[in-house]
C-alpha cells in the first residue's frame, strides 16, 4: 500500500507540467471534429492517472505521447478520404479487428445479443468504408496455445533456471509498460514471450492475410477496437515495426468508445445499421456465431493454462476450476491438489494494487505461485477504461453487470480446437517448434531506460 501511494502521488505530480506543454496537446485536439459533450469523454477531456491505467505520463516520452495522440478517429477518416482521391498508389485496404471485450459493450449499451452487436458493427464499420472487419478471437487462440507450452517449458525447467518461475502472462499492455519501465529486470525475465492477441493479430493481417490477397504489408491500414487506451501504446512497440515495408504491425488503435462517438457525431443507432457477417482470414469465409475462451472477464490466460498443465505435467484432467478470492474479488487463487501436495499454484491479480502487493511478494521472496494472469484493469478487461465509463470517468457499474451476463453468456471454444490455427501451424508457420512461430508469436521483454522527457497526455 505504501508503495502505491508514493507511486501514485510521483504521478499526480507529474500532471502538473507547465502550460507550455499541455497546450501543445490541446492545440492538436482543436479540430478533432470530436468535441461534442456526448456519454463519453472526448480524447481532450480525460488525463491517464496511475488510478486508471498503469500507462501514465510517468511511463511514457515525448515522441511516444505525440504518436499516441495521432491513434484517434480524425487518422482512421484520414485514410477513408485517402481512398476517396484519384491517386490509387496512395489507397490503402483497410481493415478493422474486434477485440472479443469490446463487443458485450456494443451488446449490453444497444440491448443487442452480442451475435447481432459484431454483425451491426461490422455493417456500420463497412458503411463507413472499411473493406475488412476481423474478430480477433483466432489471434487469441495462437497466444493461449504459445503461452501454455511455454508454462510447461519453464516449469520443467524450473530447477535449472532462476528465472523460469513464476511465469507472469504477457497479454495486457499497461502492464508490460509497467514491468519494463518501473520493475525492470525484476520481473521482465519472468514475463510469457507469447504476443498478445493484439499483436498476432497485427501479425496474421500484416503477414498471412497481405499474402494471401497478394498485397504488400504497407498497403493495408490496420485498426484495432480495443477496451483500453494502454493497446494504443503497445501498437508503437518498436518490435512489432517490419522497417523493410516501413510498417506497424497494428496501425491504429480506438476504443470501442470512440466508435461510438463515430456514431454520435453521425447519428447513426446500432439498431438502424444492416447486419453484414463480419469477415474470415481465408478466402472468402464468414464467420459464425461469436465464441469466447474460459475466464470471466478476460481472454481467460490463467484456466487455459492451468487445465493444460494440470494434463501434460500430472496426466490430471481438469474440468472446472475453483477460484479461491484472497484480500479481494481482482485477486483469487486457483490450486491444484495431488497425492495431499499442492503441486500448482496460480492467480489472477486485476489492478494496481494487487500488482503491486504481488511484486512486494516477489521482492521479499515469499512469492508462491507458479502463474500470474496480470491486468491493470481491476474487473478485468471488460473494465477497460476505453468503455463502460460515466460522464464523469467512473465506470458505469450497470452497464458493466450487463456487459458480464453477456460475456458469460457467449459460448466458449477451446483453442486447441480451432482447425484454422492447427493449418496455420503447418501451412504459414512451418510447423509448431519452428523459427517462424518464434519470429511471428513471439517477442522478448526487457527493462527500458528513458532518456527523453514526459508528455502530460491527455486522452
Known amino acids: 500500500k505504501h508503495v502505491f501511494y508514493v507511486l501514485f502521488q510521483e504521478c499526480s505530480k507529474k500532471q502538473k507540467n507547465d502550460d507550455t506543454q499541455s497546450t501543445s496537446v490541446d492545440a492538436l485536439s482543436s479540430n478533432d471534429g470530436f468535441e461534442e459533450k456526448n456519454e463519453f469523454h472526448t480524447l481532450a477531456n480525460a488525463k491517464i492517472l496511475l488510478s486508471d491505467c498503469l500507462a501514465c505520463d510517468n511511463c511514457m516520452t515525448s515522441e511516444e505521447g505525440a504518436r499516441v495522440f495521432q491513434q484517434n478517429q480524425k487518422e482512421l477518416f484520414r485514410i477513408l478520404n485517402l481512398n476517396k482521391k484519384c491517386d490509387t498508389s496512395k489507397h490503402k485496404v483497410l481493415a478493422v479487428s474486434i477485440c472479443p471485450q469490446s463487443l458485450p459493450y456494443f451488446a449490453a449499451k444497444f440491448n443487442l445479443s452480442v451475435n447481432d ?18 474478430d480477433t478471437t483466432i489471434a487469441a487462440d495462437f497466444s493461449i496455445l504459445e503461452s501454455q507450452r511455454e508454462f510447461v517449458q519453464r516449469y520443467q525447467r524450473r530447477n535449472q533456471e532462476e528465472h523460469a518461475l513464476p511465469m507472469f502472462a504477457s497479454a495486457c499492455p499497461g502492464w508490460i509498460r509497467y514491468a519494463e519501465r518501473v520493475l525492470t529486470n525484476l520481473v521482465t525475465s519472468h514475463i510469457c514471450t507469447a504476443k498478445s492477441p493484439q499483436q498476432i493479430m497485427g501479425s496474421l493481417v500484416k503477414g498471412y492475410f497481405a499474402r494471401q490477397q497478394n498485397l504488400s504489408p504497407d498497403k493495408i491500414f490496420h485498426v484495432i477496437v480495443a477496451p483500453c487506451y494502454d493497446k494504443k501504446l503497445e501498437a508503437l512497440r518498436e518490435d512489432f515495426y517490419t522497417a523493410l515495408y516501413n510498417s506497424q504491425e497494428v496501425d491504429c488503435v480506438l476504443t470501442s468508445g470512440e466508435i461510438v462517438q463515430i456514431m454520435e457525431q453521425k447519428n447513426v443507432s446500432m439498431k438502424d445499421v444492416t447486419e453484414v457477417a463480419v469477415d474470415s482470414l481465408f478466402d472468402e469465409i464468414k464467420e459464425g456465431d461469436v465464441v469466447r475462451h474460459d475466464g470471466k472477464r478476460s481472454d481467460g490466460y490463467l484456466e487455459h493454462i492451468f487445465k493444460h498443465a494440470a494434463k501434460e505435467l500430472f496426466g490430471m484432467d481438469v474440468e ?67 468503455q463502460a465509463q460515466t460522464e464523469d470517468g ?23 480446437t480451432n482447425m484454422h490455427v492447427q493449418k496455420m501451424y503447418q501451412d504459414w508457420l512451418e510447423g509448431m517448434d519452428s523459427k517462424k512461430v518464434q519470429e511471428t508469436l513471439h517477442t522478448k521483454y526487457s527493462a527500458v531506460n528513458q532518456t527523453a522527457s514526459s508528455l502530460d497526455i491527455k486522452w
Open 320 to 386: 472446472e476450476i475453483t477460484y479461491k478470492a484472497l484480500k479481494n474479488k481482482d485477486f483469487q487463487e486457483v490450486t491444484l491438489e495431488k497425492d495431499g501436495e499442492t503441486v500448482l499454484r496460480f492467480a489472477a491479480a486485476y489492478g494496481f494494487r494487487n500488482i503491486q502487493n504481488m511484486v512486494l511478494k516477489l521482492k521479499k521472496g515469499k512469492f508462491l505461485y507458479h502463474f500470474v494472469e496480470v491486468l491493470a484493469c481491476p474487473g478485468g478487461c471488460l473494465n477497460g477504461k476505453g
Open 394 to 416: 467512473k465506470p458505469d457499474k450497470a452497464l458493466l453487470n450487463q456487459m458480464e451476463e453477456v460475456y458469460a453468456a457467449i459460448p466458449v471454444r477451446l483453442p486447441e
Open 117 to 134: 452487436a459484431a454483425k451491426r458493427l461490422c455493417g456500420f464499420l463497412k458503411s463507413l468504408g472499411v473493406h475488412y472487419v476481423f
